[in-house]
């Protein structure tokens, strides 16, 4: 039921995108991911779960992305 609600063409081309911006600023869609939630105002911390080492070393790097407001800007025109 939740794969077909948000497994949709759309929502796979905005992954596809997010996946190519942050690849071609040599980061991944995790670090992606983090950055842009901890530039939210709204959000007051970041919890990630890890169940492996690397896990943990991924987290710890994606922590160190800050985007800047023109990526934040391309961010909100991809996801629109």
């Known amino acids: 039921m939740l794969r077909e609600r948000y497994v949709t063409p759309r929502n796979e081309d905005i ?3 997010l996946q190519a ?3 071609a ?3 991944s869609l995790l670090e992606l991911a983090f950055s842009w939630l901890s530039s939210r105002t709204q959000v007051a911390s970041v919890i990630a779960g890890a169940t492996r080492v690397e896990q943990v070393e991924q987290n710890v790097k994606a922590i160190g992305w800050a985007l800047s407001a ?3 800007v391309e961010i909100d ?3 629109k």
Do not use: N, P, S, Y
């Open 25 to 27: 600023r040599g980061h």
């Open 21 to 23: 911006f942050a690849q």
């Open 15 to 17: 992954v596809e995108k």
């Open 70 to 72: 023109e990526e934040l």
């Open 77 to 79: 025109r991809i996801t």
